[in-house]
């Protein structure tokens, strides 16, 4: 089956045409049918508008994953309990999007985490940062 790519603004959209099954694109509401479409923003040039979603996290309504966007090209992300203990480290080292994803949502020792409220502290390389919070709902 032939491809098609697709760029334009801070956009890119690849992928193929032609086949029977829909495809529901994550964080923007896109159904494409038939075939499958990926569209992706670059990395952003600050962290201004970086956020993680789906916050709530609720893996029995079928949340698998948290996604980090609006993100710089090169980040580190720390997610901490409130007391201030680390949970999680993640380094994105790539410009050709501006997300990365948490998944799974274990801990760095491979453990799920708990229920609770976490903060995320967004550093890039150029000592930028962003803080939030994030709450898992077990």
């Known amino acids: 089956a032939g491809g098609v790519e ?4 801070a ?4 992928g193929s045409m032609g086949g029977s099954g829909t495809t529901l694109m ?20 600050d962290l201004n508008l970086a956020h993680a979603f789906p916050n709530p996290f609720i893996p029995s309504k079928g949340h698998r994953e948290i996604v980090f966007t ?4 090169k ?7 409130i007391s201030g203990e680390l949970v999680k480290s993640i380094l994105k080292d790539s410009g050709a999007s501006d997300e990365v994803s948490w998944l799974p949502v274990h801990n760095d020792s491979g453990q799920p985490v708990a229920s ?12 930028k940062t962003k803080i939030g919070k994030l709450m898992v709902i077990k």
């Open 6 to 9: 697709m760029q334009g603004g």
């Open 26 to 45: 994550r964080g923007g509401g896109f159904l494409v049918a038939p075939g499958i479409l990926v569209a992706q923003r670059t990395a952003q040039d």
């Open 116 to 127: 609770g409220v976490y903060i995320f502290h967004v550093e890039s390389t150029d000592g």
């Open 70 to 73: 609006r993100l710089t090209a």
């Open 11 to 14: 956009f890119r959209a690849a």
């Open 75 to 81: 980040v580190t992300i720390r997610i901490y309990t």
